[in-house]
């Protein structure tokens, strides 16, 4: 029942943007906090960023604060990832989930090369 369908990834040059959408359905989502994580093969997984469920709040981790921004839209059910000034090192698998992870989605790949 509960869903959440990731979109937005790519291929995208070193100090290129993308920006993340996932779409949520099955709960009330104006209710619930949203976060992104990410993982790359061979690594931890990562928690990349928070939004409390009104969008007041907002968390990153170090890695990407100030280049990335979470934001999202309750009318639309959607939470967004924008992200910035784009680094190898942030290639990886993009996840939506609800809360710190209770809910995962399938995810979207974004890869950073030359």
């Known amino acids: 029942q509960i869903q959440l369908v990731e979109s937005g990834g790519g291929l995208v040059q070193p100090g290129g943007s993308l920006r993340l959408s996932c779409v949520a359905s099955?709960?009330?989502?104006?209710?619930?906090?949203m976060s992104w994580y990410r993982q790359a093969p061979g690594k931890e997984r990562e928690l990349v960023a928070g939004?409390?469920?009104?969008?007041?709040?907002?968390n990153y981790a170090d890695s990407v604060k100030g280049r990335f921004t979470i934001s999202r839209d309750n009318a639309k059910n959607t939470v967004y990832l924008q992200m910035n000034s784009l680094k190898p090192e942030d290639t990886a698998v993009y996840y939506c989930?609800?809360?710190?992870?209770?809910?995962w989605g399938q995810g979207t790949q974004v890869t950073v090369s030359s």
């Open positions: 989930t609800r809360r710190l992870g209770s809910y």
């Open positions: 099955g709960f009330t989502f104006s209710n619930s906090a």
């Open positions: 939004i409390s469920s009104a969008g007041r709040t907002t």
